[in-house]
C-alpha cells in the first residue's frame, strides 16, 4: 500500500520519469504533470499529500503556482525542485511557502530523506490552535498567515509556523537553538553546528516586521535561545 501521493510537476519528461521511479520504489503513488497549470489543477482537486515543483515551465512558472497555491491549499506540503540553486529565486521560493527547496541533480537517496522529512513534519505538526495573536499581529496556524494591524498579510512556510507555534506554546522562557532543532527539525543537535535555526528565525521576524536589532516579538536571550513574552501571546 502507497505511504501517500505525490505530485511531481516538471515539464522535463526525462527527469519527471525518473523522479516517479524514485518515488514508486520509495513506496508512494505518484500523480504527474508537465506544466504549473495542469499541476495546480491536480494539486487543488485534492488527494495529493505532497508537490514536487519544478520552476521553469510553460504557462505557468513554479513560483506562481505556488502562490497559487498557497492561497487554494495553504497547508499542502511543497518541495522545490530546481537547477536555479541561489539567488532571488530560491529566496522567493521559501518566502511563499515552499517546505524545502531541493538543487538539481540530486540523488535518489537525498530526494526520499527530504520526502520523508517534510512528510513526517506535515503529519506531526502540533495543530492544537487554530490561531493564536503576539503582539498585535493575528496568526492564523491552519492558513499559515501572519495579518498585520494595518490588515496586510503574509504567508509562511511549514517550517517557519511551527516555530513560531512551538515559541508562542513556550511564551515566557527562552528555547535554545538545540531544542529547536530537536523538536521541529528532528534532527539530534550533538555535533552538529547549523545556521537553520537562526535563518528560519530571521525570516519570521522579517514576517512580523521585528526590529532584528531590537527584536520584541521574538527575542534573543543571550547564551539561551529565542522567546516571545507570555504577555504578548495568547
Given at each position: 500500500?502507497?505511504?501517500?501521493?505525490?505530485?511531481?510537476?516538471?515539464?522535463?519528461?526525462?527527469?519527471?520519469?525518473?523522479?516517479?521511479?524514485?518515488?514508486?520504489?520509495?513506496?508512494?503513488?505518484?500523480?504527474?504533470?508537465?506544466?504549473?497549470?495542469?499541476?495546480?489543477?491536480?494539486?487543488?482537486?485534492?488527494?495529493?499529500?505532497?508537490?514536487?515543483?519544478?520552476?521553469?515551465?510553460?504557462?505557468?512558472?513554479?513560483?506562481?503556482?505556488?502562490?497559487?497555491?498557497?492561497?487554494?491549499?495553504?497547508?499542502?506540503?511543497?518541495?522545490?525542485?530546481?537547477?536555479?540553486?541561489?539567488?532571488?529565486?530560491?529566496?522567493?521560493?521559501?518566502?511563499?511557502?515552499?517546505?524545502?527547496?531541493?538543487?538539481?541533480?540530486?540523488?535518489?537517496?537525498?530526494?526520499?530523506?527530504?520526502?520523508?522529512?517534510?512528510?513526517?513534519?506535515?503529519?506531526?505538526?502540533?495543530?492544537?490552535?487554530?490561531?493564536?495573536?503576539?503582539?498585535?499581529?493575528?496568526?492564523?496556524?491552519?492558513?499559515?498567515?501572519?495579518?498585520?494591524?494595518?490588515?496586510?498579510?503574509?504567508?509562511?512556510?511549514?517550517?517557519?509556523?511551527?516555530?513560531?507555534?512551538?515559541?508562542?506554546?513556550?511564551?515566557?522562557?527562552?528555547?535554545?537553538?538545540?531544542?529547536?532543532?530537536?523538536?521541529?527539525?528532528?534532527?539530534?543537535?550533538?555535533?552538529?553546528?547549523?545556521?537553520?535555526v537562526d535563518m528560519t528565525i530571521a525570516?519570521?521576524?522579517?514576517?512580523?516586521?521585528?526590529d532584528p536589532n531590537d527584536p520584541a516579538?521574538?527575542?534573543?536571550?543571550?547564551?539561551?535561545?529565542?522567546?516571545?513574552?507570555?504577555?504578548?501571546?495568547?
Amino acid at each position: 500500500m502507497a505511504r501517500a501521493t505525490i505530485l511531481i510537476v516538471e515539464d522535463d519528461k526525462a527527469i519527471r520519469l525518473g523522479v516517479r521511479d524514485v518515488l514508486q520504489m520509495g513506496g508512494y503513488a505518484v500523480r504527474e504533470a508537465g506544466t504549473g497549470t495542469s499541476g495546480l489543477d491536480i494539486a487543488c482537486a485534492g488527494g495529493i499529500d505532497l508537490v514536487l515543483l519544478d520552476i521553469l515551465m510553460p504557462e505557468m512558472n513554479g513560483l506562481e503556482m505556488l502562490e497559487a497555491l498557497r492561497r487554494a491549499r495553504p497547508s499542502l506540503p511543497v518541495i522545490i525542485l530546481s537547477a536555479l540553486g541561489e539567488g532571488p529565486d530560491r529566496v522567493r521560493g521559501l518566502r511563499l511557502g515552499a517546505d524545502d527547496y531541493v538543487v538539481k541533480p540530486f540523488g535518489a537517496d537525498e530526494l526520499l530523506a527530504r520526502v520523508e522529512a517534510v512528510l513526517r513534519r506535515s503529519a506531526e505538526r502540533p495543530v492544537a490552535r487554530s490561531s493564536l495573536t503576539i503582539a498585535q499581529r493575528t496568526i492564523d496556524l491552519e492558513r499559515r498567515q501572519i495579518t498585520h494591524a494595518d490588515g496586510t498579510r503574509c504567508m509562511l512556510s511549514e517550517r517557519e509556523a511551527e516555530v513560531l507555534h512551538y515559541l508562542a506554546s513556550c511564551a515566557g522562557r527562552p528555547v535554545s537553538r538545540d531544542e529547536l532543532l530537536q523538536r521541529i527539525w528532528g534532527i539530534d543537535p550533538r555535533g552538529v553546528r547549523s545556521r537553520t535555526v537562526d535563518m528560519t528565525i530571521a525570516r519570521l521576524r522579517e514576517h512580523l516586521r521585528d526590529d532584528p536589532n531590537d527584536p520584541a516579538v521574538i527575542r534573543t536571550i543571550r547564551g539561551r535561545g529565542y522567546m516571545i513574552d507570555a504577555e504578548g501571546e495568547s
